[in-house]
């Protein structure tokens, strides 16, 4: 896994954007078409701000996949991962292709629809977050390493669920549901590409155990270092409790 550190959360912003757009430029030029995965929460702002800005996608002829999404949660929630995407992406781009994960009623219904185009060809690039708690979608820990399906229904955890306060999306931790839509582990993984945004301070513990401690469900997105095409995005917040080591190899 590659680890690049920026001075601050815009740096980092546009240093990803230019990468992504490189990443579906080139494949768009030799295929046509391009295939992502797309991320929601505070992490992914900046980011989608700066790839949405560019000019130079066409959009139209490109199929985005919806990582996670909670259960039960009307679509015009503040904290609703669907709306998130259409504010932040769809409506920005007026891409065309999308398939948003409808988690209001029918989980099982919805995991069997978009799971089946999800697994129908290879995704190019995915773009994904950490948690707090180490979380990679809402894979909390334990994470399932092993299963085969695309996308789960899971229990979030309480560690997972105060981060969603904190950040203020929900009020109180009474209205943050208990349970979600997850794409799993070994589907984000069988990308070709993922680039994992990580930054402020309240990741600097995540990305240190995920980077340094050893590859385990107890801190799920640590598999990302098995991944032979991962790049971590940091700032010098989220990079402030790695070792002078870690610092010296990232670029």
Same mark, same amino acid.
């Given at each position: 896994?590659?680890?690049?550190?920026?001075?601050d959360?815009?740096?980092?912003?546009?240093? @990803?954007?230019?990468?992504?757009?490189? !990443? =579906?430029?080139? $494949?768009?030029?030799?295929?046509?078409q &391009?295939? %992502?995965?797309? *991320?929601?929460?505070?992490?992914?702002?900046?980011?989608?701000?700066?790839?949405?800005?560019?000019?130079?996608?066409?959009?139209?002829?490109?199929?985005?996949?919806?990582?996670?999404?909670y259960?039960?949660?009307?679509?015009?929630?503040?904290?609703?991962?669907?709306r998130?995407?259409?504010?932040?992406?769809?409506?920005?781009?007026?891409?065309?292709?999308?398939?948003?994960?409808? @988690?209001?009623?029918?989980?099982?219904r !919805? =995991?069997?629809? $978009?799971?089946?185009?999800?697994k129908? &060809?290879? %995704?190019?690039? *995915?773009?994904?977050?950490?948690?707090?708690n180490?979380?990679?979608?809402?894979?909390?820990?334990?994470?399932?390493?092993?299963?085969?399906?695309?996308?789960l229904?899971?229990?979030?955890?309480?560690?997972?669920?105060?981060q969603?306060?904190e950040e203020?999306w929900?009020?109180?931790?009474?209205?943050?549901?208990m349970?979600?839509i997850?794409?799993?582990?070994?589907?984000?993984?069988?990308?070709?590409?993922?680039m994992?945004?990580?930054?402020?301070s309240?990741?600097?513990?995540?990305?240190k155990?995920?980077?340094?401690?050893?590859i385990?469900p107890t801190?799920?997105?640590?598999?990302?270092?098995?991944?032979?095409n991962t790049t971590?995005?940091l700032?010098?917040?989220?990079?402030?409790?790695?070792?002078?080591e870690?610092?010296?190899?990232?670029?």
């Open positions: 896994m590659k680890i690049r550190i920026f001075d959360l815009p740096m980092m912003a546009k240093a @990803a954007a230019d990468h992504a757009a490189e !990443v =579906i430029l080139q $494949v768009l030029a030799e295929r046509g &391009a295939r %992502i995965i797309a *991320a929601t929460g505070i992490s992914q702002i900046e980011f989608l701000r700066e790839l949405t800005a560019r000019h130079d996608i066409d959009w139209a002829a490109v199929e985005m996949f919806h990582l996670d999404e259960i039960g949660l009307p679509v015009d929630h503040p904290a609703s991962f669907r998130f995407l259409r504010d932040r992406l769809i409506a920005k781009t007026g891409i065309k292709k999308f398939h948003l994960l409808e @988690a209001e009623s029918g989980p099982e !919805v =995991i069997a629809t $978009v799971g089946s185009a999800l129908s &060809a290879p %995704i190019d690039i *995915a773009f994904v977050g950490i948690g707090e180490c979380h990679l979608a809402f894979n909390d820990p334990p994470a399932d390493f092993e299963t085969e399906e695309p996308y229904i899971v229990n979030l955890d309480i560690a997972c669920r105060m969603q306060v203020g929900f009020v109180d931790l009474g209205q943050v549901p349970q979600a997850s794409m799993s582990v070994r589907q984000i993984l069988k990308s070709k590409e993922i994992a945004l990580v930054p402020g309240r990741k600097a513990l995540a990305v155990v995920c980077v340094e401690h050893g385990s801190a799920p997105a640590s598999i990302l270092r098995t991944h032979g971590m995005y700032d010098c917040d989220s990079a402030a409790q790695l070792s002078p870690t610092g010296r190899r990232a670029s």
